[in-house]
């Protein structure tokens, strides 16, 4: 009978501290204070998941209880280490702070640790996630910690250190365990796949590293799933079937379309993105990275600070179109503040979609030294030309327009002409302006009442009040400026729509005569 599988991070879980990575201000910390016997009575690690906190408390609990005296230098195969590895040591107790919270536990605990350890010379103590523990378990805690037995070391790790009381903190030598670069992760990995007889390329690598998102452990159980149908060689497109990889080329089309300010293209590029079921998160995510990446490329050098493949860079020097550091800055802090709040939202694939959308809409910036360089003397022509169209057309509309609005009435009658003339240029800003109610005019003031506070849908619509009104002079042959006001008084929402009601011919002459039920 062959031998249990044994999982790739159990496998090559790090039996010394010299084995660990990524966290060398750390090891060489805790190495010094064996060499020189300042071994603290209790210890706090803080940091992200599957970066070490764990496995550096079972080192401890090694260097404890190794040997005679405490040391990092142990014999590995010797028995009392391997209870230790395998996790059946009676000197070290291990405590799940997520499932053993309460005061009766910590009660129990602070028993256990009165006697004297079995065969190793100190008892430790791991709690893993103790930020879960009670008011009353920490205060219960906190006693032991300030007057704790001799033969006792307590090692605690949390991912979320602001917790935890500061009169526990204060009680302990706190050490921060930091996200693993790509470049450690891949360099372990690497390492890994040598020795299991596995062949990977450096984008497959890649790959890996960036999902894993600083986490050794995540990128290990990663591994593990790609083995299984790898056949001791994996390639790209293994990778990306198996973890649900976002390709960057969905990044470089999105960008593209941006840039081209070209509507159609982007939306082809969202429909992909909903036929292929990305999660949003993750998309917004790579997104951002991927601005990022093309914000560097920007400056001396920047290219090899992306930290991709080198097929990778070759992409990026291709698509190196002319954005505007201004331009990248302002959409990834839309797409950060998007990020977020996404959480929030039921139709997170919507929220998405209109922000894209409003992308579409900002005005490109101008470098002013690159203007002036340029050749003004063409431009000037055409700077001349155009406000004289531009005001001929004024004054002919001046002139044609209406110079009162006679009621509310008369606005409410036509507002779908109004809304049926925004739809056939722009359909998101039709979307949501046709949930707006016409509340009243005031003087030259088109007054509409929102009762959606999504602050995207909101900033979406502000953006193109020029463009509504535009269509309600085209449409209507008035001047009015628009204003949008938030209410979200929902008692009010029946009254005003069946005020603002239209009746079913209407709708179905909308539709031209179609039944869409």
């Known amino acids: 009978m062959s031998k249990n599988y044994q999982i790739l991070a159990l496998k090559w879980r790090p039996k010394r501290f010299e084995d660990m990575v990524g966290q060398d201000h750390i090891t060489k910390t805790l190495v010094k204070s064996f060499e020189k016997n300042r071994i603290a009575q209790a210890f706090l690690f803080a940091g992200p998941r599957g970066v070490g906190k764990t496995t550096t408390a079972r080192l401890l609990a090694m260097c404890l209880n190794g040997s005679e005296e405490p040391s990092t230098n142990y014999d590995i195969e010797s028995d009392i280490i391997q209870q230790i590895i395998e996790g059946r040591s009676m000197d070290v107790i291990e405590i799940d702070g997520a499932s053993n919270r309460g005061i009766d536990e910590i009660r129990e605990l602070r028993e256990n640790i009165k006697f004297a350890p079995l065969e190793g010379k100190f008892k430790v103590v791991i709690i893993d996630e103790v930020h879960m523990l009670t008011t009353q378990a920490f205060n219960a805690l906190l006693k032991t910690l300030e007057e704790p037995p001799s033969h006792v070391k307590f090692v605690m790790a949390t991912t979320d250190v602001h917790k935890v009381p500061q009169t526990i903190i204060s009680r302990c030598q706190r050490f921060d365990f930091l996200p693993i670069t790509n470049e450690v992760v891949k360099a372990r990995l ?16 890649e790959l890996i590293a960036s999902k894993s998102d600083g986490s050794m452990r995540d990128a290990l159980g990663f591994l593990d799933q790609i083995l299984v149908f790898s056949d001791k060689k994996i390639t790209n497109d ?21 840039h081209e300010k070209d509507g159609e293209k982007l939306i082809e590029s969202i429909q992909q993105i909903k036929e292929n079921g990305y999660i949003i998160e993750d998309l917004i995510r790579g997104l951002i990275g991927h601005i990022r990446n093309l914000t560097l490329i920007h400056y001396k050098n920047g290219l090899d600070l992306i930290g991709v493949s080198p097929e990778m860079k070759k992409l990026y020097k291709k698509n190196n179109y002319d954005w505007s550091l201004k331009d990248l800055v302002r959409i990834s802090n839309n797409l950060s503040d998007m990020y977020a709040s996404i959480k929030r939202f039921s139709d997170q694939v919507l929220i998405f979609e209109m922000t894209l959308m409003k992308f579409l809409q900002f005005d490109k910036s101008i470098d002013i030294e690159r203007f002036l360089e340029s050749d003004i003397a063409v431009k000037d022509e055409k700077i001349e030309e155009k406000p004289k169209k531009t005001v001929a057309k004024k004054e002919k509309k001046k002139e044609e327009k209406k110079e009162t609005v006679e009621t509310i009435g008369d606005i409410k009658k036509d507002w779908k002409k109004v809304l049926e003339t925004i739809a056939s240029e ?25 009762y959606d506070s999504n602050e995207f849908n909101q900033q979406l619509i502000n953006d193109n009040l020029d463009f509504v009104e535009e269509c309600i002079s085209k449409t209507l042959n008035i001047s ?31 539709f031209e005569g179609k039944d869409t039920m």
Request: with cysteine.
């Open 190 to 205: 690497q390492e890994i796949l040598k020795a299991e007889s596995v062949k990977i390329d450096e984008s497959s690598l």
């Open 238 to 258: 293994i990778v990306v079937d198996i973890l649900g990889i976002i390709p960057t080329e969905v990044y470089f089309d999105i960008t593209n379309a941006l």
């Open 426 to 450: 722009r359909g998101s800003v039709h979307a949501l302006l046709s949930e707006c109610i016409v509340k009243e005019v005031k003087g030259n003031t088109l007054e509409l009442i929102s």
């Open 480 to 510: 009015l400026s628009v204003k949008i006001t938030v209410d979200t008084d929902v008692e009010k929402i029946d009254d005003e729509k069946n005020s603002n009601s239209v009746d079913q011919n209407d709708v179905m002459e909308l």
